[in-house]
């Protein structure tokens, strides 16, 4: 399954992130382009709401373990990548470079559970997903992940109770509340698309729905520091649209005719938010004392293009092969230990 307006809405949706750290914050240059570009923070729950109706389209059409490795595949090479090139980055232009044993911690993706700060702080974002898949496993697991009239209402449950009394207190750990609301309007919506939804499923997606609009509405001024209740309205607005957008191409009233720009534009989607934030800073920082911060701007929003290009088009597919034998030799190696005893014994 590929749709084309998915890998559209993937590259708007990373665009919107990098013009939100070039242009909307700190001390914004251009005032005028900042008051556009300080929504673009939103183009993370968008990815979210992406995340929520691919994922489920991967997990119905794959085992547990053949998920967990394409997903691991898809996840850490390309991470792997950005970690180290941020790391050189900071190590060349920045007065503070990481340590290396936090760039070691950070390589596993799971250093928020051990203390350690991401060297990236766009990097925050991986965790939410890679709980996401954990817990997309689990029921794949314990074969209940087609059930989606059960675990879909309970989940939202969950979040709201967590969101409103503070219960259950460690939620977090498994998956995070705070933008569950996002994931699970994507797998309603996929539901929709797929001819799978039930009146059930409807009114989650109609209860997330809602629950996304107030959470963007709670979040702006964490991420727009000087907003009012007006920007905050916008916000909800612009998830709305969200939502809108998302039906209709769950509807298919939307469809993009099969053009390879589209796939490329969706490819270099997740080395984009992966190098550009820390990294471009240091660089447009760099630059600004040579050419004038707008010319900064365009000159490292081009370079971060052609880099992720070139992640996407050489580096990531290669990386992706090697940890995927590495994965099925590691749980071959695994399924042969665990059924020898039993041959054993039958001998």
Not at 111 to 138: H, M, P, R, S
Request: aromatic residues 14%; glycine residues 6%; contains cysteine.
């Amino acid at each position: 399954m590929r749709l084309q307006a998915l890998d559209l809405l993937r590259f708007i949706a990373a665009l919107a992130v990098v013009f939100y750290h070039y242009l909307a914050e700190p001390n914004p240059s251009y005032p005028a382009l900042a008051a556009i570009a300080q929504y673009g923070y939103l183009g993370v729950p968008l990815f979210f709401m992406i995340s929520g109706f691919v994922i489920a389209a991967s997990a119905e059409r794959r085992s547990p373990i053949t998920f967990l490795i394409s997903r691991g595949a898809r996840l850490y090479p390309a991470f792997w990548i950005g970690v180290l090139f941020t790391a050189g980055i900071s190590y060349t232009l920045s007065d503070s470079p990481p340590s290396i044993s936090d760039i070691l911690v950070n390589l596993t993706m799971l250093n928020d559970y051990l203390g350690v700060k991401n060297i990236d702080g766009v990097y925050w974002t991986l965790q939410v997903e890679l709980k996401f898949y954990a817990c997309i496993f689990l029921l794949m697991l314990l074969k209940s992940f087609h059930r989606y009239n059960i675990w879909l209402p309970f989940w939202l449950i969950l979040t709201v109770s967590n969101l409103t009394l503070g219960q259950p207190s460690k939620m977090g750990w498994f998956i995070n509340p705070g933008y569950s609301c996002y994931f699970i309007s994507g797998i309603c919506l996929y539901l929709i698309w797929d001819k799978k939804h039930t009146a059930i499923t409807n009114l989650t997606l109609v209860i997330s729905s809602l629950l996304c609009i107030v959470q963007s509405f709670n979040q702006a001024q964490g991420f727009m520091p000087n907003s009012d209740i007006g920007q905050s309205l916008i916000a909800g607005l612009i998830v709305i649209s969200f939502h809108v957008v998302f039906l209709l191409i769950a509807l298919e009233k939307v469809t993009l005719k099969p053009l390879a720009i589209y796939a490329t534009l969706g490819g270099i989607t997740y080395p984009l938010y992966l190098l550009h934030n820390h990294a471009g800073k240091l660089i447009i920082g760099e630059l600004s004392k040579l050419v004038p911060p707008s010319a900064a701007i365009v000159i490292t929003t081009t370079m971060m293009l052609c880099l992720s290009y070139l992640v996407f088009r050489y580096l990531e597919p290669g990386g992706s092969r090697v940890f995927k034998g590495c994965m099925q030799s590691l749980f071959s190696r695994l399924e042969r230990l665990v059924s020898m005893p039993i041959r054993n014994q039958k001998t």
